[in-house]
């Protein structure tokens, strides 16, 4: 194998340009030539393929999003745009990949890896943390970070009014953002896409909880099973119906994504990159590089994509304890 290509797909993830600079740097000090495919799927499908050089991955490893840019491709979602991205890595005579992403990301590259054959090595560059075969996803550590500091600011001015926030973090399908953030952020009760929300329950604890609290801070992950956050409040309200109970909501959005890369992300990223490599020099493909246990391990793109990773049932456990 002499050239391999690294390219960032899905939602970017803070700790993405770490892995970027793992690969190319471990790439070119194992003997490799590396490029650069520029907007996931979408640059391979459209050829935007360039050489990366040592020096082309300096001064990024601090910086949130990706230097390669990303993109949700519908188009290689079909065989013709796959057979567009394939001819243009045949026309480079490029002989390996390596996917930054989370579960679309792995679902395209083990789609294209049984159509064309090409080496793949995945890393798990998403702030959702929801795929099997790492324990932490690149970029969740900073998420967790910057919503915790949110909630922090947030538990000021809820406090000083006595009034019931709902906060509404990201997580689509899974709730390890709201569940971590929840513990950190000492939150009453934490709403997650994994169990069924009881609104009766929340709503009885939340009238036992006030006479003893000042405040309250519930997380909602945006998948909840009862609906988004301004939706939850509006029929926790209804049901406490107090006009003298004041409730808010604050959607943390899309600042989750962003910002520096804390330590920890880094370093994962830095291992998963160098993992990827050296997991593809060794003969593995259709996997993912993830760490468990501080071990890295390579677990199919099947197994990463089908299996579940469920939330620790001691940690829902710890925010209904540590709440009273
Ligand atoms: O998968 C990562 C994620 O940030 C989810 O938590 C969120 O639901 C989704 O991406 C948002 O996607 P987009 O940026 O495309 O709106």
Not at 15 to 23: E, H, K, Q, S, T
């Amino acid at each position: 194998m002499k050239k391999i290509a690294v390219f960032t797909s899905g939602g970017d993830s803070p700790g993405m340009n770490a892995c970027i600079r793992a690969v190319v740097r471990t790439g070119i000090y194992r003997g490799l030539e590396v490029y650069g495919i520029q907007r996931g799927y979408e640059g391979m499908i459209e050829g935007d393929i360039k050489r990366m050089h040592s020096y082309s991955v300096s001064n990024i490893i601090q910086r949130g999003g990706t230097i390669l840019k990303s993109a949700r491709s519908l188009e290689f979602k079909t065989p013709e745009g796959r057979k567009k991205a394939f001819d243009n890595l045949k026309d480079l005579e490029i002989e390996g990949l390596i996917a930054i992403g989370g579960d679309g990301t792995f679902t395209g590259a083990k789609v294209f890896f049984e159509e064309y054959g090409i080496p793949t090595v995945g890393c798990p560059g998403t702030i959702d943390n929801d795929i099997y075969g790492t324990d932490f996803t690149i970029g969740f550590d900073t998420a967790v970070n910057t919503a915790l500091e949110a909630i922090d600011k947030i538990r000021d001015t809820a406090a000083a009014h006595d009034r019931i926030f709902f906060v509404e973090v990201m997580g689509r399908d899974s709730g390890f953002i709201a569940v971590e953030c929840g513990i950190g952020g000492g939150a009453e009760f934490v709403m997650v896409p994994e169990t069924k929300t009881d609104l009766n329950s929340v709503v009885k604890s939340l009238k036992n909880l006030r006479k003893s609290k000042s405040s309250s801070i519930i997380v909602v992950a945006e998948g909840d099973d009862l609906g988004n956050a301004d939706q939850i409040m509006h029929m926790v309200k209804d049901k406490i119906k107090d006009p003298s109970k004041e409730f808010k909501v604050t959607t943390l959005g899309h600042i989750q994504r962003g910002g520096n890369p804390t330590a920890r992300d880094r370093v994962l990223g830095s291992r998963c990159g160098m993992g990827a490599i050296d997991g593809l020099i060794a003969g593995k493909t259709n996997c993912m590089a993830g760490v468990m246990s501080n071990t890295i391990v390579y677990t199919s793109f099947e197994d990463c994509i089908s299996k579940p990773k469920p939330l620790h049932p001691d940690h829902l456990a710890l925010i209904d304890i540590l709440s009273i």
